[in-house]
């Protein structure tokens, strides 16, 4: 084994990866666009976007350089009491491709920190106006990160099974769909009406972590409408969705109701550096712009705007608003709505959907549909042997690239998800 590895083994705790029986990682020295170059020179394509995050591939030449050159200015400062460019631009770069309701930036260091401070935000505007509303809904299958408040707000199960007693009461609908639309809406009315909501958290028509589950945007507009009639304010996690993921710029632009809050993350940066960021509208800020000290939102981290994070982020949001990205994500998107034709009518798979940048096949394995589904285990060695990367969710593979990745790419993974369909 090389002595890296070795090293790896006895040193680090890798996440989501079990101490015991997990495979080995695989060791990389090197990126380059969608390529991720191993230490015993294979080249494997990042279907996933290490894990979401990569908008214009590996060691991009633009970010890297936006990078390199604010190190050698500033590399951090307190963003208390002081203040960057890089940061005012960002603020001012993310205010122009947000929807037109957003009006402040508050910065901090990942998706779960972005989720966290939109909760926080919601229910201490509730209580700066001093109005009992403290409760959460939140939609059935929801991922919106690992700490203790986004745990709350999401799907109860395996991997929150330990802390389950020390997570916050949440209610919780269904996932809208034409199907089950009069029933979901029917709940959330009768929940908004007769609790104390303070807030409406989802992730805006697709849900990563629960299997890339889709939902309408018609629905979630109504969900959205109801919520204002009664005063609830709306958090939209786009911390997977934003930045072009889903053919638009955020998902959010595919609705007519706008959110007073919102979570971003993952590709705000192009995935070179950790950042987050939650947006607000003015009705939010109300609530906290008066002299009262003890109304401040005491909220803040040692990284937050750090200054090499938001010189990653305008060098990414300087290729995303190009022309260039903008064909790559079209590109992408019509690309995987043939191949959701191609496999919607194959017996072994019971769904085939798209949405922008993201495909996903979701795999008809008998009685098992979850993320430990046994199918699992084979899906990934199977590609990685390909020089694939894709971590499926459960039954369902999807794909989700960089947005510089080729047809001729984009082909050759889609002919490895049939072999491997063809082979169960
Ligand atoms: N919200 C959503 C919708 C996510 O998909 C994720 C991460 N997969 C998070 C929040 C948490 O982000 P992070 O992993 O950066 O904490």
Partial sequence: ????????????????????????????KSG?????????????????????????????????KAIADQAQILEHVIFAGFTHPQAITLAENLLNILPSNQSKIFFSDNGSTAVEVALKMAIQYWNNKEIKKERIIALDGAY??????????????????????????????????????????????????????????????????AGMRTYPAEILDKLIRIAKSFD???????????????????????????????????????????LGVTSCSNKILEAFDNDDFTKTFFHGHSYTANPLACAAANASYSILVDQVCQNEIKMITESHKGFVKRMKDHDKVRNARSLGTMVAIELEVKGETSYTSEIRKRIYPFFIERNILLRPLGNTIYILPPYLITAEELETIYKAIEEFVASI
């Fill in 32 to 64: 380059n666009g969608v390529y991720l170059n191993t230490a015993d020179d294979k080249k494997i394509i990042d279907a996933v976007s290490s894990w979401w995050v990569n908008l214009h591939g590996h060691a991009n030449p633009v970010i890297a």
């Fill in 1 to 28: 084994m090389n002595e890296f590895l070795k090293k790896d083994k006895e040193l680090i705790w890798h996440p989501f990866t079990p101490l015991q029986g997990g495979v080995d990682p695989i060791l990389i």
């Fill in 232 to 274: 609830t304010l709306c958090i939209a996690d786009e911390v997977l969705t934003g930045f072009g993921r889903t053919g638009k710029m955020f998902a959010c632009d595919y609705l007519a109701e706008k959110p007073d809050i919102m979570a971003i993350s993952k590709g705000i940066t192009g995935g070179a550096m950790a």
């Fill in 144 to 209: 919106h990160g690992d700490t203790f408040g986004a745990m709350s707000v999401g799907e109860r199960g395996m991997f929150t099974n330990p802390f389950h007693a020390l997570l916050f009461d949440v209610d919780v609908i269904d996932l809208p769909s034409f199907d089950n639309e009069s029933d979901v809406l029917h709940k959330f009315e009768n929940l908004v009406r007769s609790r104390d909501v303070a807030a409406f958290i989802f992730e805006p028509l697709l849900q990563g972590a």
